[in-house]
C-alpha cells in the first residue's frame, strides 16, 4: 500500500470529470511536446505532462497534492510508485532538477537529442499508465 504522507497530501474525493479533466491537461501538454522542434519547448512541455500525468493519478486515488516545498519531487515518488517503476523517479527527478537549473540559476541549453529522449521517456511513462 502506498503511503500518502499528510504533509504532502490531502484527502479528497474527486469527480470523474475533475480527473478527466486532469488528465486532458496532461495529454495537450504532451501533444505540445510532440508538435515542435525547439528543444526547450519539447522539455518544459514533457515535464509538465509528466507532473500533471502524477497529479492526476494521485487524484485517482482520493489524494490531492499540497502546494508545498518540494511537492514536484513528491508527485514523481508516488508516480513512480503507483507504476511500480523506479525509473520514473530517477529521470524524472533528473528533468526536474534540470528544469530548477533553467527556472531559477540562469537557465541551460538543453539539445535536440536530450530533449526527444526525455519526451520518450515521458510517453513510455503514460503507456505504463494505460494512456
Known sequence: MINFESQHFQKLTFKEKQIDQFLMSAQHDLKIAESTDIPDV????????????????????????????????????????LLKDEDILVLGNKM?????????DGGFFLGEKDSLEYLEFVKSTFKKAGI
Open 96 to 104: 526536474r532538477q534540470e528544469r530548477n537549473v533553467n527556472l531559477y
Open 42 to 81: 519539447v522539455f518544459k512541455f514533457s515535464y509538465d505532462a509528466l507532473i500533471k500525468l502524477g497529479i492526476m493519478l494521485i487524484a485517482k486515488k482520493g489524494y490531492k497534492v499540497r502546494s508545498t516545498a518540494g511537492h514536484h519531487v513528491k508527485i514523481l515518488e508516488k508516480l513512480s510508485q
